[in-house]
């Protein structure tokens, strides 16, 4: 079983949809959670933190379930610019290091 | 404020050969990690380091070490190319080790023929 598994899509919306990507992660004792964006062909991009309490930045709505070790990401009224791939990204601290695991991605393309 | 840097952009090698690959971090930042990402999939971490020492490693082979320096600059070294190292090699930086945010640079492409 992968460490972070994502659903790969592509998630094919209209603008102005609102879209939710799931992630779930199998290390219970994982410490932060993120999402991070991923343009083509360019460095991913913290998109926002992940907090059990869960945390709102704009249009974007990210929730953590530690008991089922599942992370979601909502987003409302999509734009042609929020096409890109979604990483679902759990943090774990060994050794006095942090180590970030990567989902594989999630695609969005937000058409007219 | 610069981000982080990364050099050469783009490189090609053939298998067997040896390269490698520069970052600088963000000014300030202490800490350098490494992931390779592959097409397709999301990135992997190689390496950790802080205050010039590694503190943590990915389960890539022995081929693949890293090294930091005293400005916090660091090298990632991979010997006897594979095909399959064809990747973008990411470097991130942050402050510390525990509980920061990584911030990525536009990585280096190496293509393995």
């Known amino acids: 079983r992968k460490e972070v598994e994502q659903d790969p899509g592509p998630f094919n919306v209209p603008e102005g949809a609102t879209v939710a990507f799931n992630c779930t992660y199998s290390n219970s004792a994982s410490q932060s959670f993120f999402w991070y964006r991923q343009d083509c062909r360019k460095e991913p991009k913290l998109l926002m933190s992940v907090y059990s309490s869960g945390n709102e930045d704009g249009r974007f709505t990210a929730q953590l379930n530690r008991a089922s070790q599942y992370i979601s990401l909502l987003i409302r009224d999509s734009k042609l610019s929020d096409s890109a791939t979604y990483l679902c990204v759990v943090n774990n601290y060994a050794g006095g290091g942090n180590k970030l695991t990567f989902g594989t991605g999630t695609q969005l393309k937000v058409e007219l | 404020d610069t981000g982080v840097t990364q050099s050469p952009t783009h490189l090609i090698k053939t298998r067997g050969q040896q390269v490698t690959l520069r970052c600088s971090p963000i000014?300030?930042?202490?800490?350098v990690s490494w992931y390779q990402q592959v097409l397709g999939q999301g990135p992997q971490f190689i390496f950790q380091?802080?205050?010039?020492?590694?503190?943590g490693r990915g389960n890539f082979p022995d081929r693949f070490s890293a090294r930091q320096f005293p400005n916090y600059s660091s090298e990632l070294n991979v010997n006897a190319l594979l095909l399959g190292d064809s990747a973008l090699y990411l470097c991130?930086?942050?402050?510390?080790?525990?509980?920061?945010?990584?911030?990525f640079g536009p990585g280096t492409r190496l293509l393995v023929l």
């Open positions: 000014s300030g930042h202490k800490s």
């Open positions: 380091y802080y205050e010039k020492e590694e503190r």
């Open positions: 991130a930086s942050s402050h510390q080790t525990v509980q920061e945010t990584q911030y």
